[in-house]
């Protein structure tokens, strides 16, 4: 079973089912998930980062989390949970 970070499940309660059959099988889905991980571990690592740099980083996970809402919300309109 794929295991989401709590800020993904936490932004789609109710809907790990979709997550995971879109993890499984939508390749796109998947590769907006690693971004959305990536981002993720990037914002929250501790590394130093400028005040813009987060910004951004925080800007650029946001845009994913609305690309995979999109996502679902395509699949979820054609029966898939």
Excluded at 8 to 25: R, V, W, Y
Aim: charged share 25%.
């Amino acid at each position: 079973m794929t295991h989401f970070k709590r800020e993904l499940t936490e932004a789609f309660p109710g809907q790990s089912a979709l997550l995971h059959q879109l993890q499984a099988d939508d390749g796109h889905f998947r590769t907006l998930v690693n971004e959305f991980d990536n981002l993720a571990d990037s914002i929250g690592s501790g590394t130093a980062l400028l005040d813009a740099e987060l910004e951004q980083l925080k800007k650029q996970r946001l845009a994913v989390l609305d690309k995979i809402a999109a996502v679902m919300t395509d699949n979820g309109n054609e029966g898939v949970s």
